[in-house]
């Protein structure tokens, strides 16, 4: 176990959470503004969620924390580590059955509180689609402030599409 919050469990894949993983990330709704195509299939899940669950959550690059509810997976979050050790970049995904709910915003607040205390990060970023309203309001629902809108800067499934960026300082973050 990585991060408890009041319902959830941040903690490190495991191969069975393959089917799980599967399911909501062959959802084209959850995939829609991830770089991803659906369906992911079982046996290609099993392999990225065993690599996923051999990360180092202390090493700069990508790690994927599996959120959990009781034993169930129902989405992840990617942390991107920065080679400076002080700062990331953080990104979501949570299964349709499991949005609205205030999953996403608790997970989401739960990894903050672990990297602006325990880890002492000084900073953590995001983007996302500009068309992913609900992205957008969980990063500022959590403190994220909107720095920027990169227009036509994301090549896509077919298409050119906006991205907004959006930043949190951690002295910003302990002090709210």
Not at 17 to 24: E, I, K, M, S, V
Not at 44 to 69: C, H, K, M, R, S
Not at 83 to 89: D, F, G, I, K, W
Request: aromatic letters at 10%.
């Amino acid at each position: 176990m990585f991060v408890q919050t009041e319902r959830l469990t941040l903690r490190r894949f495991t191969p069975g959470d393959a089917p799980a993983f599967a399911a909501y990330r062959s959802d084209p709704e959850v995939a829609r503004y991830q770089s991803w195509e659906p369906p992911v299939r079982e046996p290609e899940a099993l392999i990225t969620v065993t690599g996923f669950g051999n990360g180092d959550p202390d090493a700069p690059g990508w790690f994927q924390y599996a959120v959990d509810l009781d034993g169930v997976l129902i989405g992840d979050l990617g942390l991107h580590l920065d080679e400076n050790l002080m700062q990331a970049e953080l990104g979501f995904t949570l299964a349709p059955e499991y949005q609205g709910k205030g999953y996403a915003t608790e997970a989401v607040r739960g990894l903050l509180d672990h990297l602006f205390t325990a880890k002492n990060l000084h900073r953590v970023s995001a983007e996302c689609d500009a068309r992913n309203t609900s992205s957008a309001r969980l990063l500022e629902r959590v403190g994220f402030q909107r720095e920027g809108l990169r227009r036509a800067h994301t090549w896509i499934k077919g298409e050119w599409t906006d991205d907004l960026l959006f930043g949190l300082l951690r002295s910003d973050y302990l002090d709210a």
